[in-house]
């Protein structure tokens, strides 16, 4: 059961992925790309958390931490390259 | 009682993935950046959080080892998402700076804060030749 389970995850997770790199190509403007990669961040971790579950390691966490931190780290550069012109002034 | 655990995992996995779902639908169906600014941030917070829930379940309860890793990404992700959603929405209007004249006064003599703060100091600001204010 958590097998189907898994596999209606994975489905939703990757048409999720799907439409977000939609919404990146068709823009239209910056920030709805910055938004859609953050959203596309969040979403493989989501993948990443369900890759654990299905191989039953407990090993694909700390990517997934890695990978929470530096996107949101990546949103907050490019927001605030935007609005300042410079990351760190 | 392992049905009712599984059960239980599969269900929060269903959920996570659903409401996953339904944050990029409205990625994409939503019109313009401020609603679309809600999908992502709610609702697939919300089902990322319910997917780390099932997977802690998963490994307490079926592989019989607590990981506590977890606590930590749902934690860090809770806490982030209304950051980097508030940030975004704040360089939003900072390009779309045509919003600004539709806006009513405030009522007071504090200006719209995202707007107004970075140009005109308010009155009774201490000013840059004030001798009290600390060099910058």
């Not at chain 1, 493989?44 to 890695?66: K, P």
């Amino acid at each position: 059961m958590i097998q189907l389970a898994l596999y209606f995850g994975f489905f939703a997770v990757s048409v999720a992925l799907l439409l977000n790199l939609w919404r990146l190509a068709v823009g239209p403007k910056l920030m709805n790309r910055i938004l859609a990669v953050d959203t596309m961040v969040i979403n493989a971790i989501a993948l990443i958390v369900l890759f654990g579950i299905q191989y039953r390691t407990t090993m694909y966490f700390e990517s997934a931490l890695l990978l929470a931190m530096f996107g949101f780290i990546s949103t907050v550069a490019y927001c605030r390259f935007v609005l300042r012109g410079d990351i760190i002034e | 009682m392992l049905f009712l655990l599984e059960l239980l995992i599969s269900l929060l996995i269903v959920l996570g993935g659903f409401f996953v779902l339904v944050g990029s639908i409205g990625l994409i169906k939503l019109g313009d950046l401020m609603p679309r600014l809600h999908a992502p941030t709610k609702a697939t917070t919300l089902g990322l959080g319910g997917m780390l829930i099932g997977s802690m379940l998963f490994f307490l309860g079926v592989e019989g080892k607590l990981s506590i890793h977890e606590v930590l990404i749902s934690l860090f992700l809770f806490i982030t998402a209304p950051v980097s959603a508030h940030f975004m929405a704040k360089a939003w209007l900072h390009l779309n700076a045509k919003h600004r004249p539709k806006l009513p006064p405030t009522g007071s003599n504090r200006g719209w804060s995202t707007y107004d703060a970075s140009h005109a100091p308010e009155p009774g600001w201490p000013t840059s030749d004030d001798p009290d204010r600390p060099a910058q």
